[in-house]
């Protein structure tokens, strides 16, 4: 039950980051808050692990720097980006077709089982889960570009998932895998920093509301939780770990009904309930059992 524990906090904590990066969109932009939560993350990882993981073969390496590309870097940029042409909502329920690519790329390149008609209707079901809960006051508003910055993300973490559960096979630390991958991250916001030609406002870092949002993308979103993730890719698989992706839009509408008074509607819990049979049916559990 560990992995699934372990995913399960994951997304309780990933749901409240799009509230929390839409309010330092406020004060940083997309990539200065990628590069700051990243250094906070990487940093607190080198405590944990403070020696530098040797790889076991040069074909590793093009893995861990193809998984800071995709994961630490490539993902959350659009992702930051879309928010900015998007409201969360629309965002949230775009990313979260992650699972459907994930699957896909998992069926034809790690041989995974698990994708099928079940998978695919159980997708079907959280989606629609996901959309009623977020789009419960009207359609949510998004430009051509959000749309595709939110499909790219979608399938950029995907092939991350992939990336992940290839190197969790050849044994590697999981926290010193996630330290290298943050590693790699970090050499690719640095160039996109200076090809941008950014100054980065250090001033914005004294504020509170900022110092205290990068704190908790940093420390627990970033460093903690990708470690957990990839705990859970590791012994779940690529395919079962990304069905709970689906759970973190419905956390998000959760963490706004808890911390901004927002009402707790009936579409909110039938969404939910259809969130909850959807991943249940694309985790292939019925009644308690999982399916064989």
Same mark, same amino acid.
């Given at each position: 039950?560990?992995?699934?524990?372990?995913? &399960?906090?994951?997304?309780?904590?990933?749901?409240?980051?799009?509230?929390?990066?839409?309010?330092?969109?406020?004060? &940083?932009?997309?990539?200065?808050?990628?590069?700051?939560?990243?250094?906070?993350?990487?940093?607190?990882?080198?405590?944990?692990?403070?020696?530098?993981?040797?790889?076991?073969?040069?074909?590793?390496?093009?893995?861990?720097?193809?998984?800071?590309?995709?994961?630490?870097?490539?993902?959350?940029?659009?992702?930051?980006?879309?928010?900015?042409?998007?409201?969360?909502?629309?965002?949230?329920?775009?990313?979260?077709?992650?699972?459907?690519?994930?699957?896909? &790329?998992?069926?034809?390149?790690?041989?995974?089982?698990?994708?099928?008609?079940?998978?695919?209707?159980?997708?079907?079901?959280?989606?629609?889960?996901?959309?009623?809960?977020?789009?419960?006051?009207?359609?949510?508003?998004?430009?051509?570009?959000?749309?595709?910055?939110?499909?790219?993300?979608?399938?950029?973490?995907?092939?991350?998932?992939?990336?992940?559960?290839?190197?969790?096979?050849?044994?590697?630390?999981?926290?010193?895998?996630?330290?290298?991958?943050?590693?790699?991250?970090?050499?690719?916001?640095?160039?996109?920093?200076?090809?941008?030609?950014?100054?980065?406002?250090?001033?914005?870092?004294?504020?509170?509301?900022?110092?205290?949002?990068?704190?908790?993308?940093?420390?627990?979103?970033?460093?903690?939780?990708?470690?957990?993730?990839?705990?859970?890719?590791?012994?779940?698989?690529?395919?079962?770990?990304?069905?709970?992706?689906?759970?973190?839009?419905?956390?998000?509408?959760?963490?706004?009904?808890?911390?901004?008074?927002?009402?707790?509607?009936?579409?909110?819990?039938?969404?939910?309930?259809?969130?909850?049979?959807?991943?249940?049916?694309?985790?292939?559990?019925?009644?308690?059992?999982?399916?064989?």
């Amino acid at each position: 039950m560990l992995p699934h524990i372990a995913a &399960l906090f994951t997304m309780f904590v990933w749901g409240l980051t799009f509230v929390s990066t839409k309010v330092l969109l406020g004060y &940083l932009s997309p990539i200065e808050i990628l590069f700051s939560r990243t250094v906070l993350g990487f940093l607190t990882l080198c405590l944990l692990r403070p020696r530098v993981l040797r790889t076991k073969a040069r074909s590793h390496e093009l893995l861990f720097a193809a998984a800071g590309l995709t994961g630490a870097f490539g993902y959350y940029l659009a992702e930051n980006i879309a928010l900015q042409f998007a409201d969360a909502s629309f965002v949230s329920v775009a990313v979260s077709t992650a699972p459907l690519f994930t699957a896909l &790329l998992g069926f034809v390149l790690l041989k995974e089982e698990g994708f099928g008609l079940r998978f695919v209707a159980g997708f079907v079901i959280a989606i629609s889960g996901i959309a009623l809960i977020s789009f419960q006051e009207g359609p949510a508003h998004a430009s051509a570009i959000g749309v595709l910055l939110c499909l790219v993300g979608a399938l950029t973490w995907a092939v991350y998932s992939i990336v992940i559960k290839r190197l969790s096979s050849f044994g590697y630390d999981t926290i010193a895998v996630t330290k290298r991958v943050f590693a790699w991250g970090l050499i690719y916001m640095a160039v996109t920093l200076v090809a941008t030609g950014d100054v980065f406002p250090f001033a914005a870092l004294t504020e509170p509301t900022v110092m205290g949002n990068l704190a908790f993308l940093g420390i627990l979103a970033s460093a903690g939780c990708f470690v957990t993730w990839g705990y859970s890719v590791k012994h779940l698989g690529a395919t079962s770990a990304s069905a709970y992706i689906y759970l973190q839009a419905p956390v998000t509408v959760v963490w706004a009904v808890i911390l901004l008074g927002e009402p707790f509607t009936a579409a909110i819990v039938a969404g939910l309930a259809l969130v909850i049979v959807g991943l249940a049916l694309s985790e292939g559990f019925v009644f308690g059992k999982r399916a064989s």
